[in-house]
């Protein structure tokens, strides 16, 4: 948990999409500096969503990484 409370009155286009659901409480502090979030916002969907690699298994680097890690994904 953050020390920041999350803005459960943000939306976020980014629960939808697969993985999206994971990050939103990350989106949701931010959302306290909303020129912030929107950037944030703009780097995953670009990374996450276009280029030649399969956005699956993008995703499912993400979540290895953070296995090696020990990070919670």
Do not use: W
């Amino acid at each position: 948990m953050s020390r920041i409370p999350p803005n459960d009155n943000v939306p976020l286009p980014l629960e939808e999409a697969p993985g999206g659901a994971t990050m939103s409480m990350l989106f949701r502090v931010m959302a306290h500096r909303p020129q912030l979030m929107e950037h944030a916002l703009h780097l995953v969907e670009t990374a996450m969503r276009t280029g030649t690699v399969d956005p699956r298994l993008k995703e499912l680097l993400a979540i290895r990484v953070s296995q090696v890690n020990a990070c919670f994904y």
